[in-house]
């Protein structure tokens, strides 16, 4: 069956944008979690999703916001961006909240110019 | 708080060899340890997991300890080939409130394992 789906691939933004992501997760794959990643940071999350309500958040700005669908897909947004937003951002997908077995997507890379 | 870190940031094996990957995290809350396996211009591809409550679980080639004692998890990859040079993440998952176990893992800075022919 098909993976994470996350789109775009690549994004490049001007600051002061905004940005939206998208993560289509595994078929009935109910959870989607989103991840930051940059070389001096790591992997930091950013906040979790289970039938449409948001179950956990990282420690990051309210410019950070996401969102999911009753299909459980969901997006995330990112307002007035700073030079310090670009990352690889990437979605996982699970079963269902807490259930384990986390599968990521490919993410996506946003650049901030 | 909650924090995973790693003793080596990057080990260099000869093809054939034994690989070990080492993990330290400081909850003892930890409920689930997940390895991943990162490759360039790609997510983090799920290697192995392990539950608090088991000590070793094995995989295809591959086995995870944990030494809840002193917060310890290692990965380790029998016979390491080319194709499993990566950049290697331990994870944990802490419970909530409540018990609850959400979707937050805590990654690893990670390691860099080069395997040379």
């Known amino acids: 069956k098909a993976g994470v789906t996350q789109t775009p691939r690549y994004l490049i933004k001007t600051r002061g944008q905004q940005v939206t992501l998208s993560c289509s997760p595994i078929s009935g794959h109910r959870s989607v979690s989103w991840y930051q990643q940059t070389p001096g940071q790591g992997l930091q999350f950013l906040f979790e999703?289970?039938?449409?309500?948001?179950?956990n958040k990282g420690n990051f700005p309210g410019r950070f916001s996401g969102r999911q669908f009753s299909n459980s897909r969901s997006e995330m947004n990112v307002s007035t961006l700073e030079l310090g937003d670009s990352a690889l951002y990437l979605c996982a997908s699970s079963i269902t909240t807490g259930s384990g077995g986390y599968t990521f997507g490919s993410g996506t890379r946003l650049t901030v110019v | 708080g909650e924090s995973v870190g790693l003793h080596l940031p990057t080990l260099s094996v000869q093809e054939g060899d034994n690989s070990i990957i080492n993990c330290a995290y400081s909850?003892?809350?930890?409920?689930?340890f997940i390895w991943y396996k990162q490759e360039s211009g790609k997510g983090p591809q799920f290697i192995i997991d392990?539950?608090?409550?088991?000590d070793k679980r094995q995989g295809q080639r591959v086995t995870v300890l944990l030494n809840k004692t002193v917060k310890h998890l290692s990965l380790q990859i029998a016979a390491t080939q080319p194709g499993d040079s990566a950049v290697y993440f331990c994870a944990e998952r802490s419970q909530g409130a409540g018990g609850t176990s959400y979707g937050k893992l805590t990654f690893g800075q990670g390691t860099i394992l080069t395997v040379h022919p």
């Open positions: 999703y289970f039938s449409e309500t948001q179950r």
């Open positions: 909850n003892s809350a930890s409920d689930y």
């Open positions: 392990i539950r608090s409550n088991m």
